[in-house]
């Protein structure tokens, strides 16, 4: 993770998946970062609590850059940069 503001951060494409369960907003997460080019970055939406360990695994895993998470008004703003 880095110093990134993230509230400044621009998304090139935002998954929503509120209101999804597991696994659901991590399959949303690979289903949206094929819509996004190299070096852009994704926002996922998300309540469901294992999403916190889940998209920064899976990032750190498949090799995208995790950059943090947001709390909005009842749900989470993951931040990932496609690194590949």
């Not at 993770?1 to 998946?17: F, G, I, P, R």
């Not at 998209?55 to 995790?66: D, M, Q, R, T």
Request: aromatic share 6%.
């Amino acid at each position: 993770m880095t110093d990134l503001d993230l509230s400044t951060v621009e998304s090139a494409e935002t998954v929503d998946a509120r209101g999804s369960a597991c696994p659901g907003p991590l399959l949303e997460a690979k289903k949206g970062i094929g819509k996004v080019k190299v070096g852009e970055i994704l926002q996922i939406f998300s309540n469901d609590s294992g999403t916190r360990v889940d998209i920064p695994a899976w990032s750190n895993k498949v090799g995208h850059e995790y950059l943090g998470v947001l709390e909005a008004d009842g749900y989470d703003k993951h931040f990932v940069k496609r690194n590949k």
